[in-house]
């Protein structure tokens, strides 16, 4: 089975610190991507990547920026954490651009206060 | 561009009752659609798909039909279980590009 690990459950952080958000997949995808998800809009795109050092911003990439030095490794990271990115943030990972299943990691939520 | 669309919740069924999620999509082109299913405290996980016009995906009891005429992709279940309380998303990828589509996901809850 694919797994997807993300390295923090639940995380509380303060406002104005540097968060990391890590995640890992074991199975060779190329492919990882970052969500968020808030009630009533669904998962919302941050960043993906579709390859090593590779990058792309999402629908909602500011505040966020994303680092992948090896293809099992995906990290998220806020620069300067803010109240509003409150939020549950999930990891994802898929094959390639034509196997498209994606397998998602259980998630990390992330208070700000 | 893109767009996923379904019903809001949440939905409330006894146990046993027939089950419908309405997914609608706007897409340009032939993409896959997918439902994905989240349980409490977890992340999603792949329910059923379907990658072209008129393919019935299903899985675990639940079906849905890949309908191009209607752009819909709605979910069934003949007889729901407590167990099947979770949060629904409808989503469609097209084909060669790297994003997911999701929609705003449908809580459904199943009384005993």
């Known amino acids: 089975d694919v797994k997807v690990t993300q390295s923090s459950r639940y995380l509380v952080k303060r406002t104005g610190e540097k968060v990391f958000l890590e995640c890992v997949q074991d199975?060779?995808?190329?492919?990882m991507f970052w969500y968020r998800q808030d009630p009533g809009l669904g998962l919302r795109l941050i960043y993906f990547s579709y390859d090593v050092k590779m990058k792309e911003k999402g629908d909602i990439p500011e505040g966020y920026s994303v680092s992948r030095e090896k293809k099992e490794r995906f990290s998220l990271i806020l620069e300067s954490a803010s109240t509003n990115q409150t939020s549950m943030y999930l990891c994802?990972?898929?094959?390639?651009?034509?196997?498209?299943?994606?397998?998602f990691g259980q998630g990390t939520r992330l208070t700000v206060v | 561009g893109n767009s996923v669309t379904q019903m809001e919740g949440p939905v409330t069924l006894s146990e046993e009752a027939f089950l419908t999620i309405n997914c609608t999509y706007t897409a340009t082109g032939y993409p896959s659609l997918f439902w994905y299913v989240q349980y409490p405290g977890e992340g999603l996980q792949l329910l059923l798909k379907?990658?072209?016009?008129?393919d019935k995906g299903s899985n675990k009891g639940f079906e849905a039909t890949y309908r191009k005429e209607t752009t819909s992709f709605h979910l069934e279940k003949g007889s729901v279980q407590v167990s099947d309380s979770a949060v629904y998303f409808c989503a469609l990828h097209k084909t060669g590009g790297f994003k997911t589509i999701f929609g705003a996901g449908t809580r459904l809850f199943v009384k005993a």
């Open positions: 994802a990972s898929s094959l390639s651009a034509v196997n498209t299943e994606a397998f």
């Open positions: 199975m060779d995808h190329e492919n």
């Open positions: 379907a990658t072209k016009a008129d």
